[in-house]
């Protein structure tokens, strides 16, 4: 027989108390813990992303994203947050609407940009629109600091495999007929061939600009 379960009942509980108290505790052990699941932007339920997304202070949100979006957004909201007005910051923010940022401060430009400034480009594989344009000023604004000067651009990437071939087949056909002497008289099916195959393997490679 197992043994009583603990109660924070007081010790003149009614009886109906006392088995309320059993019933739901029976209930409740019966219940999966969500956790740490629930918390994880990885392995949460798309429903519960927009809480988690609450809960981590996410201010720039779009019920219509995709449901990545949505999950790398919640993942990046607290490094963003922590490290707000840094160069991570920054290529957070780009991160969480899945863009390929490259920032560079105002130092590192050629010539140098102006003090407290950084240069935000942004790469893309997937559709843009002004929407997401306006998001993103959003999202960089939150991520910058207060006397950062920003400039932004965003451009449209394409990658993929590309296959370049070229084949050449040359055949030459020789036809050897019987040498025939005199005086020499022979009967019968005689069959006489040869032949030559020639190939030739060209390899193109693709012109470097």
Same mark, same amino acid.
């Given at each position: 027989m197992s043994e009583p379960k603990a109660s924070l009942l007081p010790a003149n509980s009614s009886p109906l108390e006392k088995a309320l108290d059993l019933g739901f505790?029976? $209930?409740?052990?019966?219940?999966?813990?969500?956790?740490?699941?629930?918390?994880? %932007?990885?392995?949460? &339920?798309? #429903? !519960?992303?927009?809480?988690?997304?609450?809960?981590?202070?996410?201010?720039?949100?779009?019920?219509?994203?995709?449901?990545?979006?949505?999950?790398?957004?919640?993942?990046?909201?607290?490094?963003?947050?922590?490290?707000?007005?840094?160069?991570?910051?920054?290529?957070?923010?780009?991160?969480? $609407?899945?863009?390929?940022?490259?920032?560079?401060?105002?130092?590192?430009?050629? %010539?140098?940009?102006? &003090?407290? #400034? !950084?240069?935000v480009r942004a790469y893309t594989e997937l559709p843009y629109s002004e929407i997401i344009d306006a998001r993103l000023d959003r999202r960089l604004?939150?991520?910058?600091?207060?006397?950062?000067?920003?400039?932004?651009?965003?451009?449209?990437?394409?990658?993929?495999r590309h296959f370049i071939g070229a084949a050449t087949l040359c055949g030459e056909l020789t036809t050897i007929y019987p040498n025939v002497l005199a005086g020499v008289e022979a009967t019968g099916r005689a069959f006489m061939a040869a032949g030559l195959y020639t190939v030739e393997t060209t390899t193109l490679y693709p012109q470097e600009h």
């Open positions: 505790g029976q $209930l409740l052990e019966r219940v999966t813990p969500p956790f740490p699941q629930l918390m994880d %932007p990885d392995r949460t &339920p798309a #429903s !519960f992303l927009p809480y988690l997304a609450a809960d981590r202070a996410v201010n720039e949100w779009s019920s219509t994203a995709p449901e990545a979006e949505k999950r790398l957004t919640v993942k990046l909201a607290w490094p963003t947050a922590r490290q707000a007005g840094t160069r991570q910051a920054l290529e957070n923010a780009a991160k969480g $609407l899945q863009l390929t940022p490259e920032v560079r401060a105002w130092y590192e430009q050629t %010539p140098p940009g102006v &003090p407290y #400034s !950084f240069s604004a939150d991520a910058k600091s207060e006397r950062d000067i920003l400039s932004i651009s965003v451009g449209l990437s394409a990658s993929g």
